[in-house]
């Protein structure tokens, strides 16, 4: 198995009716991984809390304030919820 990085759900946005965007982020929000994803397959599949990522999957955060609310929200996601949660 290849090594995995463990990024939390830091942000979902709805841009129409049928498609959500989720951005899960490494705790210290320094990366993260942006998804596109249909409202059909995530009625099916709800997002976790948490995922476990390759790291070359993942992409840098680009400046210091979206860092910092990436890792305030991961922060909150990791005291709140178990990674296998449904959010």
Same mark, same amino acid.
């Given at each position: @198995? =290849? %090594?995995? *990085?463990?990024?939390? !759900?830091?942000?979902? $946005?709805?841009?129409? %009716? /049928?498609?959500?965007? !989720? *951005?899960?982020?490494?705790?210290?929000? =320094?990366?993260?991984?942006?998804?596109?994803?249909?409202?059909? !397959? !995530?009625? +099916? +599949? #709800? #997002?976790?809390?948490?995922? /476990?990522?390759? #790291? $070359?999957?993942? %992409? #840098? *955060?680009? $400046?210091?304030e979206?860092?910092?609310?990436?890792?305030? %929200?991961?922060?909150? @996601?990791? $005291?709140?919820?178990?990674? /296998? /949660?449904?959010?």
């Open positions: @198995m =290849s %090594e995995t *990085v463990r990024c939390w !759900l830091v942000e979902r $946005d709805y841009y129409d %009716e /049928d498609l959500v965007t !989720l *951005v899960y982020a490494t705790p210290d929000g =320094s990366r993260h991984l942006t998804q596109q994803l249909s409202t059909a !397959l !995530l009625s +099916k +599949k #709800p #997002p976790t809390a948490a995922k /476990d990522v390759e #790291p $070359d999957r993942l %992409e #840098p *955060v680009a $400046d210091e979206t860092r910092t609310r990436y890792a305030t %929200e991961a922060e909150r @996601m990791v $005291d709140r919820h178990d990674p /296998d /949660d449904r959010v």
